[in-house]
C-alpha cells in the first residue's frame, strides 16, 4: 500500500509592498510550468491558523510579522510533480514588523533543509506571467 492521501491544513501569509505580493517561485517538472506561492505552510496540531503564519513566515524568513487579518480559506485540489494534493488554505494578510523590509527586492528564505529566495512579484506578472499565482482561488480575496 501507498502513502496515505490526505488534506492537508495550511496558513498563508499575503504580504504586500504596494500592487506586489512576496512569493516563493517554483517548478512544476511534470507539467512544465512555473508557479509564485505566499509564504506559509502547514498548521501544527493545537496551533491556531493565524498562529501557523506568524509562525512560518518567522521560520522561513527569521522576520516577525504584524496585523495578521484573515481573509478567507480556499480549498486547493491540485497536481504537482505528478501526485496529487489536497489543501485547505488559511490566507492571511499581515505585514512586516520591520519596515526596512519592504526596501529589498528578494528575502533569503529556508524550508527544512532547502533554501529558497522570496521575490516581490507584481498582481499583473502574477495573473499572466509565467510564474503565475497558486492556488488561483486566491485571487477571489486579493
Not at 522561513?60 to 489543501?87: D, K, Q, R, S, W
Amino acid at each position: 500500500m501507498g502513502k496515505k492521501q490526505r488534506i492537508r491544513p495550511i496558513s498563508i501569509c499575503l504580504l504586500r509592498r504596494d500592487d506586489q505580493i512576496l512569493v516563493h517561485e517554483s517548478y512544476d517538472s511534470v507539467k512544465q510550468q512555473g508557479f509564485g506561492r505566499p509564504l506559509g505552510g502547514g498548521i501544527d496540531f493545537g496551533e491556531t491558523s493565524a498562529e501557523a503564519a506568524i509562525r512560518e513566515i518567522k521560520e522561513e524568513l527569521g522576520v516577525e510579522i504584524t496585523g495578521v487579518e484573515l481573509l478567507g480559506i480556499v480549498e486547493n485540489i491540485f497536481i504537482y510533480e505528478g501526485e496529487p494534493g489536497h489543501e485547505l488554505v488559511f490566507v492571511y494578510d499581515g505585514r512586516f514588523v520591520d519596515e526596512t523590509i519592504y526596501q529589498r527586492e528578494s528575502l533569503d528564505g529556508v524550508e527544512g533543509q532547502r533554501q529558497f529566495k522570496a521575490v516581490w512579484r507584481s498582481l499583473e506578472d502574477l495573473r499572466s506571467g509565467p510564474h503565475k499565482l497558486v492556488p488561483e482561488e486566491i485571487w477571489t480575496l486579493i
